[in-house]
Nanobody, 125 residues
Framework: QVQLVESGGGLVQAGGSLRLSCAAS???????VGWFRQAPGKEREFVGT????????YYADFVKGRFTISIDNAKSTVYLQMNSLKPEDTAVYYC???????????????????WGQGTQVTVSS
């Protein structure tokens, strides 16, 4: 069992930045840790993911160049650095873990078995 706890959400003006953290504990060595978000009335959508080795990360097109995922293995923590935030980035952000070992990076929420409780990000215009 993997436990995930997000933090770092809040209210920010458009153009600002936030860094979300996802602290992992429990069963180690998941393969990927991903970030998803869900706005009111919308489906939960993929934001990005990173392999636990700290190597390659992958992003949804709408965040490329603005968001960056990184890992601090010593702290078992994954970060989502969000820059140039827009009002449409307003959502609850979730981190999730998977033991997926396929060739293509996992961008489907059904691939992730473990989820955090979410943290609210609100971007004002």
């Amino acid at each position: 069992q993997v436990q995930l706890v997000e933090s770092g959400g809040g209210l920010v003006q458009a153009g600002g930045s936030l860094r979300l953290s996802c602290a992992a504990s429990g069963r180690p060595f998941s393969t990927y840790v991903g970030w998803f978000r869900q706005a009111p009335g919308k489906e939960r959508e993929f934001v990005g993911t990173i392999h636990w080795s700290g190597g390659t990360s992958y992003y949804a097109d709408f965040v490329k160049g603005r968001f960056t995922i990184s890992i601090d293995n010593a702290k078992s923590t994954v970060y989502l650095q969000m820059n140039s935030l827009k009002p449409e980035d307003t959502a609850v952000y979730y981190c999730a873990a998977t033991y997926y070992t396929g060739i293509v990076y996992p961008n489907e929420k059904g691939t992730y078995a473990y989820w955090g409780q979410g943290t609210q990000v609100t971007v004002s215009s």
